[in-house]
Structures are given as C-alpha cells and as structure tokens.
C-alpha cells in the first residue's frame, strides 16, 4: 500500500511538467504576430452590433417595467374598488 502523499507528490511533479511545457511555446511567439493581451480598436461592424444589442436590452427593460407598472395599476385598481 502506498504512502497517503505519494500520489499527490506524483501530481505535483506532472503539473511541474505541464507548466515548463506552456512556458517553452509561450516563449516562441513571431515576432509578427499579435499579444493575445493586447487591445484592438472595434471595427465599425462591432460597434453597429454593439449598438443594436444595447438598443434591444433597453428596449427589453423599458417594456418589463411598463408591463410591471400596468399590472400594478390594474390590481390597486381591483383591490381598491
């Protein structure tokens, strides 16, 4: 039977092995090629859909409180008459 450790000091060492291995391809990035981190300015395409989405999520949210507002007009009405 095994040592309680001992598999963990095995999963240790893989995770030493996985991470030298990222480091290796992360540092033979071109010289060309792009940061992944960097920021790129959006294309007028982006910003017309940006446009539109936040367009329809107000749109959504205006007419869920006007509904909200509407039933609550209706039941102060029925309750109070």
């Not at 329809?56 to 007009?73: G, S, T, V």
Request: hydrophobic content about 30%; charged content about 40%.
């Amino acid at each position: 039977m095994e040592p309680t450790g001992c598999w963990f000091n095995r999963l240790k060492s893989k995770d030493k092995l996985k991470s030298a291995k990222k480091k290796d391809t992360a540092g033979n990035v071109k010289e060309g090629s792009k940061a992944p981190n960097s920021e790129e300015a959006p294309s007028n395409v982006t910003k017309q859909k940006v446009a539109a989405a936040k367009q329809y999520i107000e749109n959504h949210y205006k007419k869920q409180m006007k509904d909200l507002q509407e039933r609550k007009e209706r039941w102060l009405e029925d309750v109070f008459l």
